[in-house]
C-alpha cells in the first residue's frame, strides 16, 4: 500500500549528495501521512539547513504526486560519515 510513497521519498532523496537514505516508514493518520526517514549524512557544515530542504522536498514531492498532505517527516540520524569514508 505504502510503495507509491516510498518510491517518491527515495526520488525526493536523490538530488541531495549528502544523504543516504536507509529506511522509510509510512504512518497514515486523519487523512495525511507521517513519515519518518532513517539516513546517513555525509558530514557538512550546513546540515540543520540540509535536513530542512530535505523535510520540504518530501512533503512537496508527495503531494505534487498524490496529492496526499504530509503533517510531518521526522529524520534519524543513523550515522555521520566522515574524511575519506565519505
Known amino acids: 500500500m505504502h510503495k507509491p510513497i516510498i518510491t517518491i521519498v527515495a526520488m ?30 555525509k558530514a557538512c557544515e550546513h546540515m540543520l539547513t540540509l535536513c530542512e530542504q530535505l523535510q520540504k522536498q518530501v512533503i512537496d514531492d508527495i503531494y505534487e504526486m498524490t496529492g496526499q498532505t504530509v503533517f510531518a517527516v521526522h529524520l534519524y540520524v543513523r550515522k555521520l560519515i566522515a574524511g575519506k569514508n565519505a
Not at 538530488?15 to 539516513?39: A, S
Request: charged share 20%; aromatic share 10%; net charge negative.
Open 12 to 41: 525526493s532523496v536523490q538530488p541531495f549528495d549528502d544523504v543516504i537514505l536507509e529506511e522509510t516508514k509510512i504512518y497514515v493518520r486523519h487523512n495525511g501521512l507521517t513519515i519518518h526517514m532513517t539516513v546517513s549524512f
